[in-house]
Nanobody, 124 residues
Framework: QVQLVESGGGLVQAGGSLRLSCAAS????????MGWFRQAPGKEREFVAG????????PYTQSVKGRFTISRDNAKNTMYLQMNSLKPEDTAVYYC?????????????????WGQGTQVTVSS
C-alpha cells in the first residue's frame, strides 16, 4: 500500500513557476514508476509526465516539453514537478500516481495509487 499526498499548487500569473511535490508513504516507493496527471474542468484526466524508479526515463506530454521537469528523490520518498513558463491552459487539478508495472504511461489504468490532487491556477 502506498499513500500519496500532493502539495505546492496555487495561483500564479502566466509566465510564472510552481514546483509540485508528491510525498509517498508506505513500502517500496523506489520500486514504483511515478506519474503526474492533470484534469481541467469538464475534461478527462490527462498524462503530464512520468518517471521510472531509477529516474532514467522521463516521458512528457508534448504540450509541457521544455517547460516542465519531473524528478524524484527516493531517499525522501518524494517526487517533484517543476513547472516553468506556465500558461493559462495549464490550469487544472494535478495528481500524482504510482505504478507497480508501467506499460502505457498515459493510461490511468496502469497506475495503482493516486493522490488527492492539488489545484494549479494560471491567470492571464
Amino acid at each position: 500500500q502506498v499513500q500519496l499526498v500532493e502539495s505546492g499548487g496555487g495561483l500564479v500569473q502566466a509566465g510564472g513557476s510552481l514546483r509540485l511535490s508528491c510525498a509517498a508513504s508506505g513500502r517500496s516507493f523506489s520500486s514504483y514508476a511515478m506519474g503526474w496527471f492533470r484534469q481541467a474542468p469538464g475534461k478527462e484526466r490527462e498524462f503530464v509526465a512520468g518517471i521510472t524508479w531509477s529516474g532514467i526515463r522521463t516521458p512528457y506530454t508534448q504540450s509541457v516539453k521544455g517547460r516542465f521537469t519531473i524528478s524524484r528523490d527516493n531517499a525522501k520518498n518524494t517526487m517533484y514537478l517543476q513547472m516553468n513558463s506556465l500558461k493559462p491552459e495549464d490550469t487544472a487539478v494535478y495528481y500524482c500516481a504510482a505504478s507497480k508495472v508501467i506499460n502505457v504511461w498515459t493510461s490511468t489504468d496502469d497506475y495503482d495509487y493516486w493522490g488527492q490532487g492539488t489545484q494549479v491556477t494560471v491567470s492571464s
